[in-house]
């Protein structure tokens, strides 16, 4: 049986530069050095070896949906809240109710909002 470990998540973006703008005021992500190649393509960490590729793709059309998300969790959702809020960032339940957090039947608090290029992410107190 193989064994895994969570390593990276890859999103292609429209703007490189605009992306990583977004992770690191929305999210406080620290970029770190792109080990694999001399490409645009830009790293951020996720803490604990984990990371966000975002790649430059300005002519790709970008499709998304909001079942193809990633969640990142945290101890202090609602601190992430108030942070978003005063960044002025649009953020819902999973039913798309605006400004409102769900809490799932497992009492775990959520809210999802999207990046510069349209991507979900969910935010959530699972820890």
């Known amino acids: 049986m193989f064994s895994f470990l969570f390593n990276h998540i890859a999103l292609s ?46 002519n790709s059309e970008i499709k998304i949906n909001k079942a193809v998300h990633f969640a990142l969790s945290t101890t202090d ?18 039913k798309d109710t605006p400004n409102k957090d769900y809490i799932r039947k497992d009492k775990v608090k959520q809210v999802y909002f999207q990046d510069p290029n349209g991507y979900w992410i969910e935010i959530n107190d699972a820890i």
């Not at 992500?29 to 490409?39: C, P, Q, V, Y």
């Not at 959702?77 to 978003?84: E, G, P």
Request: a negative charge; charged letters at 30%.
């Open 13 to 58: 973006v429209k703007d490189v530069d605009q992306s990583v703008a977004f992770y690191q005021e929305v999210l406080q992500l620290e970029e770190i050095k792109n080990t694999a190649s001399d490409s645009k393509t830009r790293w951020l960490s996720l803490g604990e070896g984990k990371q966000l590729h975002l790649i430059p793709r300005p």
């Open 77 to 94: 959702i609602n601190a992430l809240i108030k942070h978003l809020e005063a960044l002025k960032i649009d953020y819902s339940d999973w």
